[in-house]
């Protein structure tokens, strides 16, 4: 192998690793926007509201009715805490965390191939 491959390697991985760490940061933005909404008892009638419940449903759906929800009726709102949130937040975390670490090991062995 030539050199131009062993600098190519490094900043791939880097991209890689770097994508996973946004993909993860938006996710988990979108859950504390959510989880903090429920809690407040935001109007789900708001379009903004609305939007953050559709699209963060579709990465919640499997953690839906793991926990029941803790619901407190308020005399103008209801607040939730939704522990699927919580699970899901928590779970994608320890995903990326591995994806991560499958990154560093393709990373390790193909310099290991190399040299």
């Known amino acids: 192998m030539d050199e131009g491959t062993v600098r190519k390697s490094g900043p791939e ?6 994508i996973v760490y ?3 940061g938006v996710l988990e933005v979108l859950f504390t926007f959510r989880l903090i ?21 579709v990465f919640l759906a499997p953690f ?6 803790a619901v407190t009726k308020g005399l103008e709102t209801q607040s939730v805490l939704e522990s699927s949130t919580i699970i899901a937040m ?13 990154i560093e090991i393709s990373r390790n062995s193909h310099n290991s191939e190399i040299h």
């Open 13 to 18: 991985h880097l991209k890689a690793k770097q």
């Open 22 to 24: 946004y993909v993860l």
């Open 37 to 57: 909404f429920k809690l407040l008892g935001a109007n789900p009638q708001s379009p903004f509201v609305s939007l953050m419940y559709a699209v963060t449903q």
């Open 64 to 69: 839906s009715g793991i926990f029941p929800s």
């Open 90 to 102: 928590i779970v994608y975390a320890v995903l990326a965390w591995g994806v991560l670490k499958l």
